[in-house]
């Protein structure tokens, strides 16, 4: 039987889908992010709703990416599991500055 995973592995040595699969990171970064923060946390998305007084259906659609948060709400966030919210820019190597 063919798993989800080694077919990913087998179609990235496609240059095409290797490239269309990266330029969907930006896309899965906070919602896995979001995900990592509240279960390092220890905190189920109920509690979390609690923590930022709402409720666990506004955590489930942040944490699927099907909405994208305000940096409030990032503040809100990040102050319920206990961390501290710091936006970072990384050079991208794809595209020429000049």
Do not use: C
Not at 67 to 80: D, G, H, I
Request: positive net charge; glycine residues 4%.
């Amino acid at each position: 039987m063919t798993t989800v995973r080694k077919l990913h592995e087998e179609w990235m040595n496609d240059p095409q889908y290797r490239a269309e699969y990266e330029a969907l990171e930006n896309e899965f970064s906070l919602p896995s992010a979001l995900i990592k923060a509240r279960t390092d946390a220890g905190l189920t998305q109920e509690e979390l709703a609690r923590r930022m007084d709402t409720t666990q259906s506004v955590i489930a659609r942040m944490e699927s990416g099907r909405v994208k948060p305000s940096s409030r709400t990032l503040q809100r966030f990040a102050r319920a599991t206990g961390m501290r919210m710091k936006i970072t820019f990384v050079p991208d190597n794809s595209v020429n500055a000049n």
